[in-house]
């Protein structure tokens, strides 16, 4: 009974009014709420954010996220690494190959294993298309937000003629599952690599027809200039990634920082923003792409020829012998059901993915399935940094915000 | 429609007093003569029968014209498909229709089915008397309007044959349904009523999204209305009179207004120095008929990814597409007055002495055609301004909503009062 209360004591009505005046200011102006999404039309999928606003500025702003929540990092404890690569398809679903190659290459950490130049080749470009793709969809994204929806179109085009390779590659145009534990499920298909270098011959003029759309239009400067700035320091503190990291003038990309697959064998520059607001985003998204496209012109001028999967004899059965060796074929016939024997120990690695840092954290205790997997999402981060962002904007420039934000919900919800 | 209908016959009255006051008949057949007023009052209700008729269809094939504009732009097909009713049908045994697919002509046939069998739903919450009436007062300013734009020219048409029965039939205001002398006065009156379709669809929905819209939508046309109603002043500082038609009959004399080509008959060089406050009052009409008409890039009231569907989001089936109709009817009557006020209106660009019968239309059955030749030169010149509101539609984004009222209020309001006042001064000058 150690409960006390305490009492104010208010001389008179008038008094007691006078003081309910001060202590609420709610009441010197009623508030609007209102609720975008989960089903609304800039809200990317399904973000919820109760938007708080005094006529069209809003006060307060809070993210409700999980509409998409499928509890993939537990799923992956109960399967094998190889069954949980059609997982990560689901996670960036504008960039199902860059999560692949993510995902793989977090578990070849944990076995210490090196691709083959090829095969590390053959991810590059996976990666880089997918990046690519993903931020043409970015792009588009935003200026359908922002009412230029022929933008948008245009970017769908070139993002078919990345779909039909990547469907000639893997045999699936969204969906790919393309890459395996220590490999690919297959090798470049005959022709592939004129096709792309085709691909990216024709879509530098086509970058430049979106950046003469966008790029010094009157209206889209004054939607995204000095709208939704985030501070290096800001972006910092809340963890940002990805393009949306070095739009604030943060020079840091996991491919040149951390390099990975042979990225430090390309040449590519890093863009990075000055302000860190909504038109800074649009630029290095802009820029990434130009980018990108050096990186493919490089890579598919050069594919080293050799294999494309890990060969470790400690794990891998010889696989001429499986079908005529009693020893092989066990050993191929284990690992098909009860996984790859993977050492015991934690391992994390993170990928530069389109949409930012994608860390995949596995804490392995031996076996052929992960004791514990942890998805770092990069859309999940990079929406924290909403309520500090949002309030004091108008509700026009939501819109703005999250297009230049470019996030996925499959990802951001796992 | 009903306002429509007074405001023609208030127009037929005093228009059957003049014709009273010619002393002659309208309509004489077999020796039978009606009474004036009433001739009058049923050739206008012909014509209101007509040009509403024609506007209707410019409606929904500027739909169809949308559609196909928007997906040329943006590399795709659009609709191309639908034909015309039976095509491919054996009709009564006898023949089949071809199957034209006619570029997809038929189009607006199964887009007005497809939201006529819609459930129409009404939510519980809304205010149903204000709701019901809101798309109808969406719809009905820019039919009114359509009223005092003169199509053609107001020479009166004189047809009579004596066999095989004797007829004289006299039309005395060919080109337009009411001739009135306040008539761009009239046009801003009407349209501003537009607002009021929104507003109370906003207001009535009971609804956050819809009410936004509708505010901003206040706001924005009552903004630009400012700015639209001050631009036209300079034209008629120079021309002395409101009057439409007195209006194109200048520009056919004197060449139009934002193209003063000096092969008319009546041109003076000193219209040069006007031209350029007549071309900025032509440049800020048009922005202002963007925002009067929510077209993007000022479709704020509207605008899809911030507000969902804006003041018709609780809309469904014919509800929603008198709205979304009405918007189109809108665009037209604005593409009507921007072609009366700056193009010349139905006025042919070459000099009146090569053709003086367009100007200056023989009397009979020749009369009435070249009366519909001005028309149609009317309807080519308001379908190339349909064509530039589907094109900046198209290719520029959304402006934010305080930019929208800033560049109102800030820059085309002050740009506006200077141009009259520039205006008022040359004139001082060269007269």
New interface residues.
Partial sequence: MSATTTEFQTPDALARAQQGVESAPEFAGEK?I?NMGPS???THGVLRIIVEMDG?IVTKATPDIGYLHRGDEKIAENMTYNQFVPYTDRLDYLAPLANNVAYACAVEKLMGWQLPPRGQAIRVICCELARVSSHLLGLGAM????????VF??IM?EREKIHNLIERLTGARFTTSYTRIGGMTRDLPPGWIEEAQAFVKQFWPKIDEVDN??TR?K??I??NKNIGVITAETAINFGLSGPNLRGSGVNYDVRKVNPYLGYEKYQFDVPVGSVGDCYDRYLVRLEELRQSSRILEQALGNVPSGPIHVEDKNYLPAKAGVLTKMEELIHHFMLVTEGIDAPAGEVYFGAENPKGELGFYINSHGGGVPYRLKIRAPSFVNLSILPKMLPGH??????AILGSLDFVMGECDR | MLMNLSSALAGACVLGQTAAADGGYVLNVAGYSLWPALTITLLILVKVAVVIGVMLFFVSYSVVAERRC?AA????MGPNRTGLPLSGVKVLGLFTVPKWKLLGLGQPLPDSLKLILKEEFTPASVNKFYFTLAPALAMMPSLIVVCVVPYACLVPIHIAFSSPFEFVLNIPNPGVIANIDVGILFAFAISSLGVYGIVLAGWSSNS??PF?GGIRSSAQMISYEVSMGLSVIPIFLVIGKLNLSDLVQYQATHGWLIFPFPWTSEFTWSQLLLWPCLLLSFVIFLVSAFAETNR??F??PE????L?GGYHTEYSSMKFALFFLGEYAALIVASCLMVTLFLGGWSWLTPASWTPWYYNPPAGWLGLAITGLQAITFLIKMAMFIFVFIWVR??????????LMQIGWKFFLPVALLNILLTAVLLAVIR
């Fill in positions: 609007l209102i609304h039309p800039s069209e200026s359908l937000d922002l009412g230029a929806m022929t179109l245009y085009t759309l966008l239009n209206i889209f004054d939607r108008m509700v026009s420039d939501i819109a | 928007s732009i943006q590399d795709r956050k999204y936004l993007l890039p479709d704020l605008s899809e990814t911030e969902v198209w290719t520029l984004p959304r402006f934010r909503y305080d930019q």
